[in-house]
Each structure stands twice: as structure tokens, then as C-alpha cells.
């Protein structure tokens, strides 16, 4: 793995190109691969050179910092100001907020240069990306592959090359899962340590944003731009002041493997996860086992908070203030109606369905509220595992890319998929996906490194030393700026 | 048969903190339409609540006010429902941990209103119908709101009046809200039933939503009392529904019946933490928190001895009490002092508002500065109303309108000459007094005041004349 974000900034400083040129070659390179993946739903490439402009003044009086001038993408669920954020849903077209996700803000004043918005499962609900109101992405590696989801676009320009770096957003492993899929690295913070103003509330309680890049490296200096207590969102934590300690060194690291991760995970890869594990012994990294078997049950835990939370969220989208409208009602309920059944697609619908379900009186008990219960389980047999242990090595996903169009017909199959990123959202730990080899279609394998809350650093330094010991190779595609 | 009336009130109480619960938009009343708004209030997508504290402290000032208890660990809770003027489609509210409990309110009788629960919550907008079109203003929206719940003790409209009006006047005390129910920041639901005069069990209620004055609440409810019964006594059964009252008709239609009923699908608010009060916190709100204004009648009756009457036209104004209460401290007597604000100030503040603001220009040290001059008997009553009535509009100090010539010497001897003076020369009037003539005593007040130039005390001259004439 190669750190795009230093080597861009290298070049920038040194004067060997300006943002606007470098600008200029990525929207090149966007025009040129995107029509073939399907990453961007919305260019934003005036914004782009606006941001490169600012960027290159910041550069010439010396204020750069590691992301000034290098160009991004952000997931179309994350708010810019006076540009479309629309959660690829048909609901929200049209949609431009007047506001700044505080994520987008922070980038903003680095110099940081937006080239768009990129694809996702709508409202951030799907392992594919395929429930997008503009159609799927399709995985840079394999295209008759999809990207993984919901931050599918994220992954597959990055991926592709096509953006430096991008944000996407996590609910259930929302940024881990495509980042696998698409044989980057993709890390999740700690719930609280990144502000979640400006992201479009998908499970409140389970959301988080994080960068998705082509290194480690990549991933620590984007997340320590973007982190921090922030006033706008009574969630978020204060982080440790100063730049994430990248050193690598895993000697005597107590590294945790639950038998709940790798139960049914197909042999190509737990070999994967196997082999990486090996060499982080060798290096003097120590193996504990642990059990929690709450593991199994954190799926439907998973399912009934997210859609529980989402079916209140999404109530918000009732054609009156912003986005789509139906037109031909004769009142506001019917207008209300109309604009929802023709505003949402099939997957949002069934999610808020399930949560309006599961939060009726009658029921309330039975489901949402176990399922609240179950959670502080999970949550325990977590940070009891974590007693033992200071970072859980698993899988990231028990599959790698689905066929395009397989999950349409195996929705179950696909909600299974997620079993081994949901509990790091339960708990709301720091995680993180790093290629892990390939299986037998050369897809990329994914594997988790997870850690406890607030401990972000050493899951990122636990990472690192799989970077620096070539352990982790991103997937390398053609086309799209290279360095 | 005879009916006991059994109700119970859910009052939401507007909050006077300058910002709105969830963000830093001003609370502000009026304003053009949609100019208190931001993402946050208008429930832009990906915008975020984050709770007001003042919001917290305030609720917790009413509560202890109320004589609740606090629940120092509380969390809000979302209650769902699709209304155009709910923006986000949920209002932010608290369920099954509200912020205060268990509390009552004292009617003069003594009897306590029980105190159910006391929680905050988000304001809704408001829909305005014009011309065949609906517009929504947001101002309103996210303005802090307390609901204050009692328990079903009030039986008679009376009591709830006299239940609103004392609810209305700690709130404004404690300085958490002005209540003024004709401009919103004050409205109750009434929840009512009836049952035999000796039965044990309640009746089938009723609510009667969003009542904004409190002559209309009494109206509603002995118009619903009185329905309530004609329907059982002519063998019907009460519905338990929502019912609005109609101004103009005074009579109550049905909204809604229990079996459309809405479900709410309450949970805790995701993005707002488990809010966590510190015990010392409590304790300061607790120390900071002015006598209240039933203490304070009682202390007025029985320490201070002012006559209930007048103590009772006193202690609904916190800021009359408050400048009364100094000029006393100052060593002004306290029944010239209290005669004096509601005989003289008390014209000056002719309403409700202008004895709650009490904005005369007039300050609690010259206020004493006179008192005291009549409790000397330096200046009589009369001079002393005129002086200050004066002294209100003006704002000058009583060295401004009294020369020390005009009050010196007038002291219990020299008016007891001029008494002696105006009985030897008005011989007349003294003998028609003396046959039973009870008026031909104000020819020698005339004397007297003439001779004073009006300095006298006629109160007093009145008692030396009787005691020279000796009838």
C-alpha cells in the first residue's frame, strides 16, 4: 500500500504541480472511467477548481496541511452547501441543503478539493449499492461485480482512481464491506469520535462517517482532519489532541480471535485472515482466544434498531419543504402519500416498514426493546473480550463481491453478510477493512481489524503494520490518475 | 342522581430562554414568517438536535417550584407523528423518565392539586389558512415547552381556574415563562369526567384539546360536565375521545375517537445523550429560587400583619413585592408603605402586565424617604398620595415636591393649636356637631386645612377635635 495523500502532497508543495492542474487531471479521469463504474451521481466540478483555487493560495503562503489541494469524494449522503445531496434516492432529487456536513466544513478549510458525490445503496440501505435510485456502481476489479455497499461509489473511485480519497458513512459496515469488496482500506471510527452534522440520518445510534482510501497512512491523516468533539452534534467526543501515531509495532500485541467470526466463513478466507494472523505472530504479536457468543444475535439486533430509528428518521420526507414532490393530489395527505410511494424505492420501503413495526405499541417490547437489551449484551461480551485482548482480528465480510444483480433474488443471503461488520456498530467501536489477499476470481478478501472504543489509534497503527510490511496490497486498476 | 365532576389538566407552558431547545434560534414572538429557522428547526436532512441546558434548568426551576422531585438522570424520547408542522415528522419529548415528578400546586383552600409529571419538549410550527392555500411559519418550531400534568384532583371549573391562574403565577415568579395564554405561551388540555356522587370509580373522560384562556376552560368545562351527564342519565355511555371546544357555541365537537387513537412509537432520541443532572446542581437552582408566592401571601398575613385583602392585591407581583419588601427594609412602616402602592401606584398600573412589569420610575429608597415622613407625621396621608403620585410619573426624588418648611413644625402640638383655634371660632359648628350633626364636622377640617395649607393630618385633627369638643 501507497500513501496517495502524502505523495500528492509531496508533489503540491514542491511546486512540481498546482491543485488546478491536479485538479484538472483527476475530472479528466472522471469523465473518462466514470461512465464504465457508475462511482459519481453528481460532479461538483466547479466546486472542484473553486476548492483547487483556494487551495493553491493556501499552498503559496504556506498554510497547506497533508490534504490541501488533493481532490475527494463524498458519499451523497454527507451535506455540501448549494450542491445535490440526495442519497441516491428519487425522494431527496433535486435536493441541495444550505448547509455543510461539519465533516465537509473541516475539509473545506484545509483546501480540501471535491470532485462530487458519489454512489450508494439509497439511504445508505443495501450491502450492494444496487438499491441506488441512479443504478449501480459496478466494482473497478471485475465489473459483472458490485462494488459492496452502501458506499459503494466511494470504494469503486477510489478504487478506480478516480478521487484521492473519499468519505463514506457506516451504519452496519457500510464503509468496511465495499472497502473489501474493492480491495481498498476503509476505516470506521469510534461512534462520537467524527461528527455526524450534515450526515442524513440513516440509524442514528449506528451511523458513523470515515475515510475510505488506498492506504493506512491515507486513512490516519484523513481521520485525524475529520475528528474531534463538534458543538453541532451533542454525540460527538473530544479526541487526543495531535496527529495519530503511526509506528507499527506489534510486538506483544494481544490480538483476539473469536470463534463467532469465522463460523461459516468460507476456507479461502479464513486461510486469508489465517496467514495475515501468522505474520503478526512472527512479528511478536500474541493470539487469545475469546467467546461471545452475543456474535450470532447481533444481526437481527442490527436489523430492528437500524430500521427502527430509520422509520422515524425517514419521516421527515414528506414533499413539503425539499426534494421530490408527486404531483396530482387533491391533498396534503394524498399529496404526502403519493410524494412517499413514488419518492421511495423498494429496500427503503421495506426497512421502514419493519421499523414502524417493530416500535408499535404491541410489539414495541417484543422486538425494539430486546433488541435494546440484547445490544448492552453484545456490547458486554465485547469489552469483555477486550479485557483480554487489545485488538479482534475477523473477517470483514463471509463473502467477497456478489455477482451484479445475485442479492436482488437472496436478500436474505445478502442481510447475512453483514454479520461480521454489525457488532462494531452495536458497540460503537473503531474497526477497519485492509485488503487481504484474493480468493480463486481474484477478488479482494477483506479483513477487520477491531479495537476498543476511543482506542481508533491502535486499530490504525495495528493496521499500519500490514502497510509497511507489504502484508496488504489495494487493488490496482487501470486507468485513473496514477502516480 | 347527583354527578362529582373529576379533571385533570396537561398544561404546555412556553419557556423564556432567549434561544430554542435545540438550537441557537431566537424564541422570540412575531417576526416574518420563517426568519427564526434554521436547519436544525426546520428538520433539514442531516441536521442535528443538540439540548438547550437553560431549557433543563428551567424545567427543573419549575419543578422544584411545583414541589417535585428531580430525576437527575433523564433522556428524551422522539414521539412520532406526520403533521406538516412537525418538520421532522417526531417531536422531541420525554416519555417514561420525565424531568420532574410527584409534585402539587396549593389552592388558597389548602387543597393541593397533585403534580403528575413535568417534561420538556419541542414546539410544533403553525399553519396558517389564507385565501384556500395552508403556508407554514417554522418560527415557533423548536421553542421550548414544558408539559406540566396534574393528577385528576380538580373537581369544579372553579378549582381549575383558580389551578391555571396559580400555575400561571409561579411560573412568572420563577421566571420561566410569561404564560400568556392569548399569545400561546400558555394552553392546557382539559381531561374530564363524571361519576355518582359516592362511586369509587372514575368515568369515561374526555379531553378537551388546546384551550387558551381561561374563562373558556370554565366555560368548556361546565358545558362538558353538563353533557357528560345528560348522556349517562338518558342511558348513553360516554366515549372516550378528543373533543375541541367551539368559542362561539360554547360546545364541544368530537376530534377523534380512542379507536383512531394515534400510536406514537415513542423511543429515546438517538442523538441526544442520557442527560445526567449533577445533585449540586439541583441544590443551586433550589437556593436560587425566589419565596413563592403562596409563602409569601401567608408571611405578608400573619409576620407582616397586612390585611388579606390588600396582601392578596400584593403577591401576585413579584416586582411590586420586591420593591415594597426594600422600601420596608429601609425602615418604611409596612402599612403606610402597602396602602400607599395599592391606593396610589396601583392607578398608575392598570393592568394585569403593568403590575407584573411594574415600570414606574420610581425607586424603593425615596419610596421609603416618604413613607417615613408619614409615619412621622411630617406629611399627611393626603399630601403624601399626591407626592407620590407625582413622584411615579416623574421620577424625582420627594425633596422634589416637599420643602422641608412645608413639614416642619407640623408636628402633634402645633396641630393641636390650630384645632383649638378653629373649634373657638366656629362656634356654630361645634354646637350642631355637639347636638348630633355628624357632618358639621368637616367645616372645622376646612379650617384646619386652610390654615395648614393642607399639611395637616386630617385623620388626626379629627381626633383632636373630638377629644377639645368632648362630646
New interface residues.
Given amino acids: 500500500m501507497k500513501s496517495v495523500i502524502s505523495s500528492l502532497s509531496q508533489k503540491l508543495r514542491s511546486g512540481e504541480i498546482t491543485s488546478r492542474q491536479l485538479t484538472e487531471k483527476y475530472i479528466a479521469e472522471v469523465r473518462a472511467q466514470n461512465p464504465a463504474i457508475n462511482a459519481y451521481v453528481h460532479y461538483t466540478f466547479e466546486e472542484a477548481m473553486k476548492n483547487a483555487e483556494y487551495a493553491d493560495g493556501l499552498i503559496a503562503e504556506g498554510k497547506g496541511t497533508p490534504l490541501t489541494g488533493i481532490p475527494l469524494t463524498l458519499k451523497d449522503?454527507?451535506?455540501t452547501d448549494g450542491l445535490l445531496?440526495t442519497?441516491c434516492s428519487k425522494i431527496?432529487s433535486g435536493?441541495k441543503?444550505?448547509?455543510d456536513?461539519t465533516v465537509w466544513s473541516k475539509l473545506k478549510a484545509q483546501g480540501a478539493v471535491l470532485l462530487g458525490k458519489t454512489n450508494m445503496d439509497e439511504f445508505a440501505m443495501g450491502s450492494t449499492s444496487e438499491s441506488s435510485c441512479y443504478g449501480a456502481p459496478l466494482n473497478p476489479v471485475d465489473k459483472t461485480r458490485v462494488t459492496g455497499g452502501s458506499s459503494g461509489g466511494v470504494a469503486a473511485a477510489v478504487c478506480a482512481d478516480i478521487a484521492a480519497y473519499g468519505l463514506g458513512s457506516d451504519t452496519g459496515g457500510s464503509i468496511r464491506q465495499p472497502a473489501s469488496f474493492c480491495g481498498i482500506v476503509g476505516f470506521k471510527p469510534s461512534y462520537g469520535a467524527v461528527s455526524?452534522?450534515?450526515?442524513?440520518?440513516y440509524?442514528?445510534?449506528l451511523d458513523q462517517i470515515g475515510p475510505m482510501t488506498k492506504s493506512v497512512t491515507d486513512a490516519a491523516i484523513v481521520y485525524d482532519a475529520i475528528r474531534g468533539v463538534d458543538?453541532?452534534?451533542?454525540?460527538s467526543c473530544s479526541t487526543p489532541a495531535g496527529k495519530t501515531p503511526l509506528k507499527g509495532d506489534v510486538k506483544g500485541l494481544k490480538i483476539g480471535v473469536a470463534d463467532g467470526y469465522f463460523d461459516g466463513i468460507p476456507a479461502e478466507i479464513r486461510n486469508a485472515i489465517e496467514d495475515m494472523l501468522a505474520a503478526y505472530v512472527r512479528a511478536g504479536a500474541e493470539i487469545v482466544r475469546v467467546s461471545m457468543p452475543a456474535l450470532k444475535i447481533a444481526l437481527p439486533v442490527y436489523y430492528i434498531i437500524a430500521c427502527?430509528?430509520a422509520?422515524?428518521n425517514l419521516?421527515?420526507y414528506?414533499g413539503?419543504?425539499?426534494g421530490y414532490r408527486a404531483s396530482g393530489y387533491t391533498g396534503?395527505d394524498e399529496m404526502?402519500t403519493k410524494t412517499r410511494t413514488e419518492g421511495f424505492g423498494k429496500e427503503v420501503k421495506k426497512r421502514i416498514m419493519l421499523g414502524?413495526y417493530v416500535?408499535?405499541?404491541g410489539y414495541?417490547d417484543a422486538y425494539?426493546k430486546k433488541a435494546c437489551l440484547i445490544r448492552k449484551t453484545v456490547e458486554a461480551q465485547l469489552s469483555e473480550a477486550f479485557k483480554k485482548c487489545d485488538v479482534l482480528f475477523a473477517p470483514t465480510a463471509p463473502v467477497t463481491a456478489f455477482a451484479v444483480g445475485y442479492s436482488g433474488g437472496n436478500s436474505v443471503e445478502t442481510y447475512l453478510s453483514d454479520v461480521c461488520t454489525v457488532p462494531v456498530n452495536i458497540a460503537g467501536l473503531p474497526a477497519i477493512s485492509i485488503p487481504c489477499g484474493s480468493d480463486k476470481n481474484g477478488l479482494p478478501i477483506g479483513m477487520q481489524i477491531i479495537g476498543k472504543k476511543f482506542d481508533d489509534a491502535r486499530v490504525l497503527d495495528t493496521a499500519y503494520f500490514a502497510e509497511i510490511n507489504n502484508l496488504s496490497q489495494t487493488a490496482e486498476v487501470e486507468g485513473g490518475v496514477k502516480l | 342522581m347527583k354527578y362529582r365532576l373529576v379533571s385533570g389538566l396537561e398544561t404546555h407552558v412556553e419557556l423564556a430562554t432567549a434561544t430554542k431547545i435545540f438550537c441557537g434560534c431566537t424564541t422570540a414572538f412575531g417576526g416574518s414568517p420563517n426568519t427564526h429557522c434554521c436547519p436544525v428547526c426546520t428538520g433539514q436532512p442531516g441536521a442535528l438536535p443538540v439540548l438547550n441546558k437553560k431549557v433543563v434548568e428551567y424545567a427543573i426551576r419549575a419543578g422544584l417550584a411545583t414541589h417535585c422531585s428531580i430525576n437527575t438522570t433523564t433522556h428524551l424520547d422522539r414521539k412520532n407523528y406526520c403533521y406538516p408542522d412537525l418538520p421532522k415528522a417526531y417531536q422531541i419529548s420525554q416519555f417514561d423518565k420525565p424531568l420532574c415528578e410527584h409534585g402539587y400546586v396549593e389552592l388558597e383552600s389548602g387543597k393541593r392539586i397533585g403534580i403528575t409529571r413535568i417534561h420538556i419538549e419541542e414546539d410544533a410550527g403553525k399553519l396558517v389558512h389564507e385565501s384556500g392555500y395552508t403556508y407554514i411559519d417554522y418560527n415557533r418550531g423548536g421553542v421550548p415547552l414544558i408539559e406540566i400534568v396534574s393528577e385528576p384532583d380538580i373537581s369544579s371549573p372553579e378549582e381549575a381556574k383558580e389551578y391555571v391562574e396559580k400555575l400561571q403565577l409561579i411560573m412568572r415568579y420563577i421566571g420561566v415563562s410569561d404564560c400568556k395564554m392569548q399569545e400561546g405561551s400558555m394552553r392546557c388540555d382539559v381531561n374530564i369526567s363524571v361519576m355518582p356522587e359516592g362511586a369509587t370509580e372514575f368515568g369515561t373522560r374526555t379531553e378537551i384539546k388546546n384551550m387558551n384562556s381561561i374563562s373558556y376552560i370554565e366555560k368548556a368545562m361546565a358545558y362538558e360536565y353538563e353533557r357528560q351527564i345528560e348522556v349517562i342519565e338518558s342511558g348513553g355511555q360516554i366515549v372516550q375521545a378528543t373533543l375541541r371546544y367551539d368559542e362561539r357555541t360554547g360546545e364541544t365537537s368530537v376530534m377523534r375517537t380512542k379507536e383512531d387513537a394515534q400510536d406514537y412509537r415513542y423511543f429515546p432520541e438517538p442523538d441526544i445523550l442520557t442527560v445526567v443532572i449533577p445533585e449540586e446542581k439541583v441544590e443551586e437552582i433550589r437556593k436560587s429560587l425566589p419565596e413563592l408566592p403562596t409563602d409569601k401571601l401567608k408571611r405578608y398575613i400573619n409576620d407582616l400583619k397586612i390585611n388579606a385583602a390588600t396582601a392578596k392585591l400584593l403577591y401576585k407581583y413579584k416586582r411590586v413585592c420586591d420593591f415594597a419588601e426594600r422600601a420596608i427594609a429601609l425602615g418604611a412602616g409596612v402599612k403606610n408603605t402597602v396602602n400607599l402602592i395599592v391606593g396610589t401606584l396601583y392607578s398608575k398600573l392598570e393592568t394585569e402586565e403593568d403590575k407584573e412589569k411594574f415600570a414606574l420610575p420610581i425607586t424603593a429608597e425615596s419610596m421609603a424617604e416618604l413613607v417615613k415622613l408619614v409615619d412621622g407625621g411630617k406629611v399627611n396621608i393626603t399630601l403624601a398620595q399626591k407626592t407620590l403620585a407625582l413622584m411615579a410619573e416623574e421620577g424625582k426624588p420627594v425633596s422634589a415636591y416637599i420643602k422641608p418648611e412645608d413639614m416642619a413644625g407640623m408636628d402633634d402640638g402645633e396641630l393641636t393649636d390650630v384645632c383649638r383655634k378653629a373649634v373657638e371660632e366656629n362656634p356654630a359648628a361645634v354646637q350642631d356637631f355637639k347636638n348630633g350633626k355628624e357632618k358639621a364636622i368637616f367645616a372645622l377640617y376646612g379650617y384646619v386645612k386652610k390654615a395648614t395649607q393642607g399639611k395637616a393630618d386630617i385623620k388626626k385633627a379629627d381626633e383632636i377635635i373630638r377629644k377639645l369638643i368632648n362630646r
Avoid at chain 1, 455526524?196 to 440520518?201: D, K, N, P, Q, V
Avoid at chain 1, 458543538?231 to 454525540?235: I, L, V, Y
Fill in positions: 449522503n454527507i451535506a445531496t442519497c431527496l435536493f441543503p444550505y448547509y456536513a455526524r452534522y450534515g450526515l442524513i440520518a440509524g442514528s445510534s458543538r453541532a452534534d451533542g454525540t427502527a430509528e422509520s422515524s419521516g421527515r414528506d413539503i419543504r425539499y396534503v404526502i414502524t416500535l408499535s405499541s414495541f425494539y
